[in-house]
């Protein structure tokens, strides 16, 4: 179904703006609200959280002084070590406010207020003069749902520079899914990402 600004908002507020409190309990120091990359049994979750941004970052051949726009930045996390690993002007956009506030305090404590941006909007709402060099989604896709899809890549498109790269992970079902994939996406719907499409 089509999700318009104030449902997708109110499903955010309900879901992400309950206390980051909350969500520290279980996300840890890193709050990465997605997969890690282990490179051997002995790393820690903390180190796949930090090898897998630092894998993103990679991946988009992220280089000094480039700008970088990662949409449903969550706590930050990877707009932070955008800036500070890779020397990137960092923008994350959020719906949540609970989210915004924990990160501008990062952004603070950790120097990077004039290298890192937050957004507090929805993604559609990105402004269309701004233009950037890389862009990610990471586990984004699910609250955008399949009927508002082409919208969103579209978006992305016309926020980006020419020769831009746009990286996404998408935590959806496989095709042709069983009834283990329904009962996971239902699951994922209503506790991980709160009105998300699985499909997507």
């Given amino acids: 179904s089509f999700k318009d600004k104030k449902a997708t908002k109110k499903e955010i507020a309900d879901h992400y703006d309950r206390g980051n409190d909350f969500f520290a309990a279980f996300l840890g120091k890193s709050m990465v609200y997605t997969s890690g990359v282990f490179h051997g049994l002995e790393q820690t979750l903390e180190q796949a959280q930090f090898n897998k941004m630092q894998m993103i970052c990679e ?45 501008n305090e990062q952004n603070k404590e950790e120097k990077l207020t004039d290298d890192v941006d937050i957004l507090c909007m929805d993604y559609r709402d990105i402004p269309k003069d701004k233009k950037f060099d890389k862009v ?63 499909s997507t």
Avoid at 151 to 161: E, P, Q
């Fill in 59 to 103: 991946k988009v051949h992220l280089k000094k002084g480039e700008t970088f726009l990662d949409i449903g930045c969550g706590w930050g996390t990877l707009t932070r070590h955008a800036a500070k690993e890779f020397g990137a002007k960092s923008t994350g956009v959020t719906l949540s406010v609970e989210g915004a506030a924990w990160c």
């Fill in 136 to 198: 990610a989604s990471i586990e984004m896709a699910e609250h955008v749902g399949l009927t508002n899809f082409q919208l969103y890549l579209n978006g992305v498109k016309d926020r980006m520079n020419d020769e831009g790269i746009f990286l996404m992970q998408v935590a959806g079902l496989r095709q042709g899914s069983n009834w283990e994939d329904v009962a996971w996406g239902l699951f994922m719907s209503k506790y991980i990402f709160p009105g998300g499409d699985a």
